[in-house]
């Protein structure tokens, strides 16, 4: 290895990083007992530590990844890009990779969602549909349409609209005074149905629910936002396609606009390219980010279809949608989600996709079947249960386990699940299943 970055030890950078870096998503105190990783490089499925400690990314680093790290393909395209260029302002200019993956992006989404529209990361893909939608309204001249709804223990992003359409109160609670008030649909979520009650009949119960909420209150609401099949922050509840073919059919028949997040789900997550295709749907808006890149660089795209695009089509500057972030379309961004297109046409991933779910699901067996595994789930290359255990600290104590058996798992609460790259190996997918299976027995 040549790599500067990847010279020193783990302590060195730890030392170095405790002093400078804040870290998402962390009360920083618990650094003091459980200090971060110091990943020093990334191949395939899998990081390394400073120490040459390996640990398999059974997550996809916060469900971003989808060909391993350091993919040659992807590493080529942004190379390749860097020496033509790195990025320019899109307003008033455009460039190759934005085009192009506009132009295929289009070509590849359910429905007739044409114009692309781009921010820098999955919050920011949230905010630009909830105000396009808005906006949309006050220009077709139904101003006071101005609320949204959204779903129960749904996850948006956590800048204050995305927070706000956001149902976790972990993440809401102390910023409650800041946020838009919404209205919040009872959730699909199977593992909510009361006993004796299908999947699908609690799918269909929260879909009469949301009917009332519409039937009530459309005249003062802009959109509906939901997450299509599984609600990752949730605990990747995964619920029954019959929601959003009855929430499309809803949200046409009250003139609301369907804004589908398929951020954590597209790029063939749940098993389709995007999961709205499941339920034969399309959206109004289609909100994408985290795989788009492979997992490399930040960007986001929403799509939309003609009409929302032609109510902005207008002299009158003011009509247009004037939002904007700096890197919008990111060339070298742009240039890798393109690299991933190529690799999702090219590698007919989703049959590949198919073949080592069926595998990871045999090798799961023992887990499923565990007495202390409840709710066992599974859908295109996601896997999630529940861990029956007492301990209160569950979610940190296997994530430390986890480590010690050379694993990435960040338990949701006492949701454990995996999301894994698509790359695993017969091996890697063998090691995964095993030692998960150590920790759950330990737990
Ligand atoms: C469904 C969904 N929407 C939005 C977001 C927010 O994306 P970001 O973290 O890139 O802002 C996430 C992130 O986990 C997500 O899962």
């Given amino acids: ?25 962390t ?14 490089r990334g191949a395939g499925a899998w990081l390394y530590d400073f120490d040459g400690r390996r640990y398999l990314d059974a997550v996809s680093s916060w469900w971003v990844n989808l060909f391993g790290h350091a993919h040659p393909a992807i590493n080529a395209a942004i190379t390749a890009q860097l020496a033509l260029l790195e990025h320019a302002m899109l307003a008033g200019f455009t460039h190759r990779p934005v085009i192009e993956l506009s132009e295929r992006r289009a070509s590849l989404a359910p429905g007739s969602l044409g114009h692309c529209f781009y921010g820098s990361d999955g919050a920011s893909a949230v905010e630009i549909a909830l105000k396009m939608s808005f906006h949309y309204w006050r220009n077709r001249g139904s101003p006071e349409k ?10 948006h992003g956590e800048t204050l609209g995305a927070l706000s359409v956001t149902d976790v109160a972990l993440f809401r609670d102390a910023y409650a005074p800041l946020l838009r008030h919404n209205r919040v649909a009872p959730s699909p979520d199977p593992r909510l149905a009361p006993t004796g009650i299908s999947p699908r009949e609690h799918a269909l119960a929260a879909a009469r629910a949301l009917e009332a909420i519409l039937a009530e209150h459309h005249a003062s609401t802009a959109a509906l936002i939901v997450e299509p099949l599984v609600q990752g922050a949730a605990g990747m509840a995964i619920h029954d396609a019959a929601y959003l073919a009855r929430a499309r059919e809803l949200c046409t028949r009250y003139g609301v606009h369907l804004i589908a997040d398929e951020i954590m789900t597209g790029f ?14 399309a959206p109004d808006f289609l909100c994408l980010s985290k795989g788009i890149t492979g997992g490399y660089l930040p960007l986001s795209v929403v799509l939309t279809t003609d009409d929302v695009y032609a109510a902005f089509y207008d ?12 890197y919008t379309g990111n060339a ?21 996709n198919r073949v080592r779910a069926a595998t990871l699901t045999a090798l799961a067996g023992p887990l499923a079947a565990h007495p202390k595994v409840r709710n066992f789930r599974h859908l295109g290359m996601i896997w ?8 209160q600290d569950f979610a940190r104590w296997c994530f430390a386990q986890a480590l010690e058996r050379e694993l990435l798992l960040r338990p949701i609460g006492k949701t454990l699940y995996w999301m894994p790259p698509y790359v695993l190996d017969d091996g890697e997918m063998a090691l995964l299943a095993e030692r998960t299976l150590e920790i759950v027995e330990r737990a």
Avoid at 2 to 20: D, P, Q, V
Avoid at 268 to 281: D, K, M, P, V
Avoid at 315 to 326: K, M, N, P, Q, T
Wanted: with cysteine; proline share 4%.
């Fill in 384 to 391: 999630a249960f529940e861990v029956d255990c007492a301990r």
């Fill in 268 to 281: 063939g997550r749940t098993g389709s390219l995007f999961a709205c295709e499941q339920a034969s749907i």
């Fill in 27 to 40: 009360q920083m105190k618990l650094h003091e007992t459980q200090p971060p990783v110091p990943i020093a």
């Fill in 1 to 25: 290895m040549t790599i500067a970055a990847s010279i020193g030890t783990n302590e060195t950078w730890l030392a170095r990083s405790r002093a400078a870096v804040w870290h998402p998503c």
């Fill in 146 to 155: 101005t609320g949204f709804v959204s779903v129960a223990d749904g996850y």
């Fill in 332 to 352: 070298l961004a742009c240039s890798a989600a393109l690299a991933v297109l190529d690799l999702l046409r090219d590698q007919d991933v989703l049959a590949g």
């Fill in 315 to 326: 002299d009158d500057v003011a009509r247009g949608f004037l939002h904007s972030h700096s």
